[in-house]
């Protein structure tokens, strides 16, 4: 993968992304404004123009034609309308002559002879409106009203006003001097400003690529540190939780393949030395029966583990179906205890039962339940020192109903209480005396309890240690 062309493609996109809008939105906007001055500008003037030239055309026929005015009184009339309206008035006679010029003839029109077909809609008793140089024949660039002139029904010719439009050509310009000015302007601000908003961004960005990098290779202890204020920040601590999950997991793995190495390996490594010895003779034959009973305890033994963390495997998947039902509860906890009476006696262990009211209904799932109550009981009477007691209570708390097991121990702390429920946690008193554990019961039983939406803790004192779960109390 070639990551140095990659970089800075999203900073490049925004950016184009961003340039592209301005210019267009500025340019419609300018192209806008620019039209609507133009019209603007240009529709006033013609109105005023076309006034004008019929102001103009009558003085004129009236000047030329009737002599009611003097020649010398008109040229001042012009003169002054040529510098009201920053004007040129040229009066054409009806062969297209230019007869007579506004100023001083900066143009060079006056005697020569205009377009005829300029005359043509005079002619028919229309005026002309126009734009750009008439013909060549302006300097500046104008808009041209042309007026007829008639005597009675008698084509005269007619009068021309140039008017300027070099102002208004200014104006544009400078409308779209500003408009150009104004999108660099923008352009500009927007991309820096861009530009360091994502290099804010793709800062941290790059950092968690590379951290999903660093931990996809292994190294799960990388963690991130953004402070951005931000949906980048919060991506960040995501990011750390995950990969917090991910160490937490990998950890389990590598302790669970662990746990299970060592806990298949110290039975089969003396199944493997009994049964050596009884091959080799080294185990005389009058004690085969003996070490054949310790084989097929510790056969035993790895068929149980196996079979737990096959259980638990699969209920972690949630590859177990349960089925509630309703059913009597009181009945199943006796039962279950009445199950421990050898290993109770043996021990000299007190037990104390105390169920409130007769009877319980719940609604669970009564296989599943037995084997909790198994595992609890197995502990109580497994870890009570002889001689100790066990006390079960249970009693009803709104929709529940509780159930506490408790039995004399040493006193639990609150770092390893925590601990109790993990796969093949055993406490320090396990290891030795009570090798039959493996640390999966509880696990087991939490497992089985949050599948079944109850709850179960435990709590320890100075010389007893308590577990208490809920069982929904089954609707009348
Ligand atoms: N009733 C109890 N009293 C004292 N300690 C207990 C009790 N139940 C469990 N524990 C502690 O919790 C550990 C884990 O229990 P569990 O998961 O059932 O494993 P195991 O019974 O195989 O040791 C035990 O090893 C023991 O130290
Ligand atoms: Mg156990």
Redesign the pocket.
């Given at each position: 993968m070639d990551r140095k062309k990659k970089k800075g493609t999203l900073l490049k996109k925004l950016l184009i992304t961003y340039s592209i809008s301005i210019l267009i939105s500025f340019a419609v906007l300018g192209l806008l404004l620019m039209n609507f001055f133009d019209r603007y500008f240009i529709e006033s003037k013609k109105q005023l123009l076309i006034e004008q030239g019929k102001r103009i055309a009558s003085d004129i026929v009236l000047a030329y034609y009737t002599g009611v005015h003097d020649k010398e009184s008109l040229d001042n009339n012009l003169m002054v309308l040529d510098t009201f309206l920053n004007a040129r008035i040229w009066l054409v006679d009806e062969k297209g002559t230019v007869l007579l010029v506004s100023g001083e003839n900066e143009d060079g029109g006056l005697g020569k002879t205009i377009d005829i077909s300029k005359l043509r809609s005079l002619y028919r008793g229309y005026y002309l409106i126009e734009r750009g140089r008439f013909s060549n024949m302006l300097k500046e660039h104008s808009l041209t009203v042309g007026y007829p002139i008639f005597l009675g029904e008698q084509f005269k010719g007619g009068v021309f006003i140039h008017a300027s439009l070099s102002e208004l050509q200014k104006t544009l310009r400078d409308i779209y001097k500003i408009t150009i000015g104004v999108i660099l302007a923008a352009m500009l601000l927007t991309n820096i400003g861009l530009y360091l908003q994502i290099r804010r961004i793709s800062r941290p960005l790059r950092e968690v690529s590379e951290a999903a990098r660093k931990i996809a290779s292994g190294e799960f202890q990388k963690r991130l540190k953004i402070e951005t204020n931000d949906e980048i920040e919060e991506l960040g601590i995501s990011f750390n939780h995950m990969a917090e999950s991910l160490e937490k997991i990998e950890e389990n793995r590598a302790n669970l393949v662990a746990n299970i190495s060592h806990d298949l390996r110290t039975p089969m490594t003396s199944v493997i030395g009994f049964v050596e010895g009884i091959l080799d003779g080294t185990i005389p034959p009058e004690s085969h029966k003996k070490y054949m009973g310790i084989i097929l305890e510790e056969s035993k033994r790895l068929v149980k583990i196996t079979n737990e963390i096959l259980e638990l495997s699969n209920m972690q998947q949630g590859a177990v179906a349960f089925d509630k039902a309703s059913f009597e509860f009181y009945e199943a906890v006796r039962r279950r205890l009445i199950s421990f009476e050898k290993r109770i006696t043996d021990k000299r262990l007190r037990v104390e039962l105390i169920l409130e009211g007769e009877r319980s209904y719940v609604y669970s799932d009564r296989v599943y339940l037995d084997r909790v109550l198994q595992?609890l009981l197995?502990?109580?009477v497994?870890?009570?020192p002889d001689g100790g007691s066990i006390s079960i209570k249970a009693y009803e708390e709104s929709d529940k109903l509780k159930l506490e097991i408790e039995?004399t121990?040493e006193a639990?702390e609150a770092a390893e209480l925590r601990k109790?429920w993990d796969r093949f946690?055993?406490?320090d008193?396990?290891r030795g005396k009570?090798k039959s554990?493996?640390?999966?019961?509880?696990?087991i039983v939490r497992e089985i309890i949050s599948q079944l939406d109850e709850d179960i803790t435990v709590e320890s004192r100075e010389g007893c240690?308590k577990?208490t779960f809920t069982v929904a109390k089954a609707r009348e």
């Open positions: 595992n197995d502990n109580a497994k870890f009570t039995n121990s639990i109790l946690h055993k406490g008193a396990s009570h554990g493996f640390g999966l019961g509880l696990a240690v577990f």
